[in-house]
């Protein structure tokens, strides 16, 4: 069965950086795209961006342009996203979810990762 | 001005139908576009429910009861899902969501209430 598990929750300082990870199994980890959605604690759900396996390219959502880098390593069907110059409106659930390219089906999801930033 | 706004909250009884708007932004042609919906139950992340573009062009997402239905409203500009024969365990926050200038965008999401 299709799942994607990601890696433990966080707590980081001000300024510092955060990478999540996003295991993928139970489908061909390069057919299809991965993409990263935050929540913010009691608000709405918000893009942050895409990454192809196949090829390595990526789209990002503009807030987060130069912020944020998105990953994968196919030989271990790992996606990853990493945030830097971290501030406390970052503290969010992100989630990783699946796509087939350029459609918006994001059929399965991961569990999620509480990422905290406070000093 | 938000690309797509939701009402934020929405009640409705058992056995009854709600109607979910998902309203696009003045310019942006509800016409042209796929539009996506989610449901989130606490806890737990979102579930794709289904995408809709036009009658002949729909699909629902995998085990997703017949229950739920895609729409558009042209002259409102805005994208609807029908929940019909509402059920307790539909009680959640649903989201809208459409690519719109090469990013992914959401709906501010609407709280379902069933009472």
């Known amino acids: 069965q299709v799942q994607l598990v990601q890696s433990g929750a966080e707590v980081k300082k001000p300024g510092a950086s955060v990478k999540v990870s996003c295991k993928t199994s139970?489908?061909?980890?390069?057919?299809?795209?991965i993409n990263w959605v935050r929540q913010a604690p009691g608000q709405g759900l918000e893009w942050v961006g895409w990454?192809?396996?196949?090829?390595?390219?990526?789209g990002y959502a503009q807030k987060f342009q130069g912020r944020v880098t998105l990953t994968g390593s196919t030989s271990l069907g790992t996606a990853y996203m990493e945030l830097s110059s971290l501030r406390s409106e970052d503290t969010a659930v992100y989630y990783c979810a699946r796509n087939l390219e350029r459609t918006g089906d994001f059929d399965y999801w991961g569990q999620g990762t509480l990422v905290t930033v406070s000093s | 001005q938000a690309v797509l706004t939701q009402p934020s909250s929405l009640s409705a009884s058992p056995g009854a139908s709600a109607s979910l708007t998902c309203t696009l932004r003045s310019g942006v042609n509800v016409d042209s576009y796929w539009i996506y919906w989610f449901q989130q139950k606490p806890g737990s992340p979102p579930h794709y429910l289904l995408k809709?573009?036009?009658?002949?062009?729909?699909?629902?997402g995998s085990g997703v009861p017949s229950r739920f239905s895609g729409s558009k409203d042209l002259s409102a500009n805005a994208g609807i899902l029908l929940i019909s024969g509402l059920q307790s365990e539909d009680e959640a926050d649903y989201y809208c969501?459409?690519?719109?200038?090469?990013?992914?965008?959401f709906g501010g999401g609407t709280k379902l209430t069933v009472l």
């Open positions: 969501m459409l690519w719109h200038s090469s990013t992914w965008v």
């Open positions: 809709y573009k036009s009658d002949s062009d729909n699909q629902q």
């Open positions: 990454m192809t396996p196949n090829t390595g390219d990526t």
């Open positions: 139970g489908y061909t980890f390069t057919s299809y795209d």
